[in-house]
């Protein structure tokens, strides 16, 4: 198994950029569909971006599409969110995740991932 590690959170203003990273530790996270969810407070954990262990494939929710970037470096284990153009509404908790497997209309919701982090808080003033 392997056991994901976020950091990078923090604050930052509307309209400014920030970059999350998920290290992860344990079994190569090589053969892994690696995620980034997020939380807000009272709300459902919902998908933003997920790739392949080849980084070939990326999927993006529609509200970060154009906005936030998924990438990995599989020779460091980690995965990074690089989110520009930030607005209020992306305050959150966000969280990596890791699941085996392919991906598939199922991996959309955080049901399907096997592992996660303990997440890292971003907020973005308005």
């Known amino acids: 198994q392997v056991q994901p590690v976020e950091s990078g959170g923090g604050l930052v203003q509307a309209g400014g950029s920030l970059s999350v990273s998920c290290t992860t530790s344990?079994?190569?996270?090589?053969?892994?569909?690696m995620a980034w969810f997020r939380q807000a407070p009272g709300k459902e954990r919902e998908f933003v971006a997920a790739?392949?262990?080849?980084?070939?494939?990326?999927y993006y929710s529609d509200s970060v599409k154009g906005r936030f970037t998924i990438s990995r470096d599989n020779a460091k284990n980690t995965v990074y969110l690089q989110m520009n153009s930030l607005k209020p509404e992306d305050t959150a908790v966000y969280y990596c995740?890791?699941?085996?497997?392919?991906?598939?209309?199922?991996?959309?919701?955080?049901?399907?991932?096997?592992?996660w982090g303990q997440g890292t808080q971003v907020t973005v003033s308005s």
């Open positions: 995740a890791a699941k085996t497997g392919g991906f598939y209309s199922r991996s959309y919701y955080y049901t399907d991932y096997d592992y």
């Open positions: 344990g079994r190569t996270s090589s053969n892994y569909w």
């Open positions: 790739i392949s262990w080849s980084g070939g494939r990326t």
